[in-house]
């Protein structure tokens, strides 16, 4: 499965701490949802594999991502942010 981001979306790369949650925090991205895929994607090439590990989360409004679990710890992942179309 080829994932494509919209226009605005954006691509970002982070590494899971030792709780759980990935980091670093970013607070422009306060209660924007996000895909998350385990491991390093370029966003031009965001295939993913019945294999991959993938979550929907949100970032809470400290710009904290949710946690995706102790056990990614020191995982890299790539993190689609969804940020809306303005009207």
Same mark, same amino acid.
């Given at each position: 499965?080829?994932?494509?981001?919209?226009?605005?979306?954006?691509?970002?790369?982070?590494?899971?701490?030792?709780?759980?949650?990935?980091?670093? &925090?970013?607070?422009?991205?306060?209660k924007?949802?996000?895909?998350?895929?385990?491991?390093?994607? $370029?966003?031009?090439? /965001?295939? @993913?594999?019945?294999?991959?590990?993938?979550? &929907?989360?949100?970032?809470?409004?400290?710009?904290?991502?949710?946690?995706?679990?102790?056990?990614? $710890?020191?995982?890299? /992942?790539? @993190?689609i942010?969804?940020?809306?179309?303005?009207?």
């Open positions: 499965m080829v994932l494509i981001p919209d226009r605005k979306d954006e691509v970002e790369y982070f590494t899971v701490d030792s709780r759980g949650y990935p980091t670093p &925090t970013k607070t422009v991205y306060a924007k949802e996000a895909t998350i895929i385990v491991g390093h994607r $370029e966003r031009n090439s /965001l295939i @993913v594999t019945p294999q991959d590990r993938v979550f &929907t989360g949100v970032f809470g409004s400290n710009g904290r991502l949710s946690s995706v679990g102790k056990d990614l $710890e020191g995982q890299e /992942l790539t @993190v942010v969804h940020v809306p179309e303005e009207n």
